[in-house]
């Protein structure tokens, strides 16, 4: 699919590409001003929808976009969305597809410094096909690599466009050879992959990292949810990265991988990656 011929989702209606008009004063152009969340499609039906868009209002709500706002509340609604995602991918001859939905809020065009009002936020859906991780990939694992010069932002809480620091930190892992860099925050706590939740297995029990400097996953919290119906320990726990070298598995999860077992973080080989584990969360996220 070339990206030329994409018909996307703009302020209420089907665009093509080429004739979206994005204001040079756009906040979310002029300072990242805004929010964004990826969602798998899978046979033309966007994965855990109302979650990432609760998630998504949520974090408007706190960063004073209303998500009442007549442009927004529709938007907002699943039940509306599903809709929506289906015509874009019915137009953009999808159907057959596995695919990624890019879904884009900014504050729009407005005067101040601070978070002033949104009076007309700036909405956008798109979608791309998505060629996931082969299963060889899956079960021998990605690496890993861990960064202390690069903390995860106070604003790593929410999913905003203002996302150099992440796209810093995978240049930085696939410079070194490896697919994701696992971040700590500014007390050198784990927090989470630049591009991934982290969760780790150690002494019987699987750990989330705790901090105030991460994103609540949304993939997580349904993986944490699988294993606990499985009859598996979880727990939350402040980890650093010397806990991180004392872990039989570690797991990362987003959106679009679902769950891949890491093979080694910082060359240090994991002695179980619990690939059939995974494959089955996996599937059940997919299905």
Not at 42 to 48: P, Q
Not at 164 to 186: I, P, S, W, Y
Not at 247 to 255: R, V
Request: glycine share 6%; hydrophobic share 45%.
């Amino acid at each position: 699919m070339n990206g030329r011929d994409l018909i996307v989702w703009w302020n209420g209606r089907f665009e093509h590409v080429n004739a979206v008009r994005i204001s040079p004063l756009d906040r979310g152009l002029q300072y990242g001003d805004g929010l964004f969340e990826t969602v798998r499609v899978e046979k033309g039906r966007a994965l855990f929808l109302e979650e990432h868009l609760n998630r998504l209002a949520k974090s408007l709500e706190e960063l004073r976009i209303n998500p009442n706002l007549p442009e927004l509340r529709t938007f907002l609604d699943a039940y509306e969305t599903a809709h929506i995602v289906h015509d874009l991918i019915r137009r953009n001859g999808l159907e057959d597809r596995i695919c990624r939905l890019k879904i884009i809020v900014t504050r729009g065009v407005a005067d101040g410094l601070g978070l002033p009002e949104a009076t007309a936020p700036t909405v956008i859906m798109m979608v791309f096909p998505y060629n996931p991780p082969n299963p060889e990939e899956y079960e021998v694992g990605w690496k890993a690599i861990t960064l202390r010069h690069i903390f995860t932002p106070f604003c790593a809480r929410y999913k905003t466009l203002n996302y150099l620091v992440f796209l810093m930190a995978r240049e930085e892992a696939r410079r070194r050879g490896a697919q994701e860099a696992l971040l700590v925050d500014r007390e050198e706590h784990l927090a989470e992959g630049a591009a991934s939740s982290l969760l780790a297995f150690k002494d019987g029990f699987w750990i989330e990292p705790v901090t105030s400097w991460k994103l609540p996953g949304v993939t997580i919290a349904k993986v944490i949810e699988f294993l606990k119906e499985m009859g598996e320990k979880v727990s939350k726990m402040r980890f650093s990265v010397e806990d991180l070298r004392k872990c039989d598995t570690l797991w990362i999860t987003n959106s679009m991988i679902g769950v891949m077992p890491l093979s080694s973080v910082d060359d240090r080989k994991l002695p179980d990656l619990k690939a059939g584990l995974a494959e089955v969360v996996r599937n059940r996220l997919f299905s």
